[in-house]
Nanobody
Framework: QLQLVESGGGLVQPGGSLRLSCVAS????????IAWFRQAPGKERKGISA????????MSDIPVMGRFTIARDNAKNTVYLQMSSLKVEDTSVYYC???????????????????WGQGAQVTVSS
């Protein structure tokens, strides 16, 4: 089972950019699809972007489509979330999570992801 650690959060002004990193350890990283979720205060945690274990397939939820880009470097056991054109409503705790798929292009449904990291706070404010 993977252990995941997020980093890269912080305070940014509206319209700015941040890059989150999710570093994995403990198992064969190349066999896991990875997803980013976020949870705003008082709201449920929601999946926003995911990438297959091979890195050839990815998907993003509508609120972040065209602004957030997910990528992975299997040599570094790391998945990135590049966030641009940030909005106040993007303020959340961001989590990465994993789902074991084998080495494939499959992206599981959100409910299949687990092994949560501790989260990274992203605050968008002027």
């Amino acid at each position: 089972q993977l252990q995941l650690v997020e980093s890269g959060g912080g305070l940014v002004q509206p319209g700015g950019s941040l890059r989150l990193s999710c570093v994995a350890s403990g198992d064969t990283f190349e066999e896991y699809a990875i997803a980013w979720f976020r949870q705003a205060p008082g709201k449920e945690r929601k999946g926003i972007s995911a990438i297959s274990s091979r890195g050839n397939s990815y998907m993003s939820d509508i609120p972040v489509m065209g602004r957030f880009t997910i990528a992975r470097d299997n040599a570094k056991n790391t998945v990135y979330l590049q966030m641009s054109s940030l909005k106040v409503e993007d303020t959340s705790v961001y989590y990465c999570a994993a789902a074991r798929t084998g080495y494939s292009d499959d992206i599981p449904v959100w409910s299949d992801f687990g092994s949560w990291g501790q989260g990274a706070q992203v605050t968008v404010s002027s």
